[in-house]
């Protein structure tokens, strides 16, 4: 599966470590939140880079010990109608995550832009579609309804645009 970050296809710099292998001296690794929680002793002076997977059953609250030495978030999406992962982006940039964001699983063309607003960076996508298509969904939405949090520059809100030209009402009768 490609790797879909900042419109282009890249190498994944990551290696997805199972929960029975051997942890390496350097690198950079995903590890799973049993793992780290598991393991954090060991894992907090690993010399590389560190990323983690979290299933959608996870908590964003028990992360709060470990956040600071995590790279890579990786949020998972199972199915079409799963937007548990949303959810949890979401609350992970509203808690001050600034690492990267990662989605897997069953993504979309049509939910790329949702994802960016709600703090996803890169993408793993199938081969479904080829690398035009996730460029012209990245670019096919420019306005948007809600403030994303990480917003796209390109990218403005629908109130912002509706406003322009317009003086602001210096008296307001339905204000009371």
């Given at each position: 599966?490609?790797?879909?970050?900042?419109?282009?296809?890249?190498?994944?710099?990551?290696?997805?470590?199972?929960?029975?292998?051997?942890?390496?001296?350097?690198?950079?690794?995903?590890?799973?939140?049993?793992?780290?929680?598991?393991?954090?002793?060991?894992?907090?002076?690993?010399?590389?880079?560190?990323?983690?997977?979290?299933?959608?059953?996870?908590?964003?609250?028990?992360?709060?010990?470990?956040?600071?030495?995590?790279?890579?978030?990786?949020?998972?999406?199972?199915?079409?109608?799963?937007?548990?992962?949303?959810?949890?982006a979401?609350?992970?940039?509203l808690?001050?995550?600034?690492?990267?964001?990662?989605?897997?699983?069953?993504?979309?063309?049509?939910?790329?832009?949702?994802?960016?607003?709600?703090?996803?960076?890169?993408?793993?996508?199938t081969?479904?579609?080829?690398?035009?298509?996730?460029?012209?969904?990245?670019?096919?939405?420019?306005?948007?309804?809600?403030r994303?949090?990480?917003?796209?520059?390109?990218?403005?809100e629908?109130?912002?645009?509706?406003?322009?030209g317009?003086a602001?009402?210096?008296?307001?009768?339905?204000?009371?």
């Amino acid at each position: 599966m490609p790797l879909l970050k900042n419109n282009a296809f890249v190498a994944d710099q990551f290696v997805n470590l199972g929960d029975e292998e051997a942890l390496p001296e350097t690198g950079k690794i995903i590890v799973s939140f049993t793992r780290l929680a598991q393991e954090w002793d060991s894992l907090a002076k690993f010399t590389g880079v560190l990323g983690l997977r979290l299933s959608n059953t996870d908590k964003v609250e028990s992360l709060a010990p470990y956040i600071s030495q995590i790279a890579l978030i990786v949020l998972s999406f199972p199915a079409f109608g799963d937007g548990r992962s949303y959810s949890l982006a979401r609350a992970l940039r509203l808690d001050g995550y600034r690492g990267e964001l990662r989605a897997e699983g069953n993504v979309l063309p049509d939910q790329l832009q949702y994802m960016r607003q709600v703090g996803f960076d890169s993408f793993f996508v199938t081969d479904r579609f080829p690398l035009q298509t996730w460029q012209a969904a990245g670019h096919q939405m420019s306005l948007a309804y809600q403030r994303g949090l990480f917003r796209q520059a390109q990218e403005t809100e629908v109130w912002s645009t509706r406003q322009q030209g317009f003086a602001p009402w210096e008296e307001q009768p339905h204000a009371g």
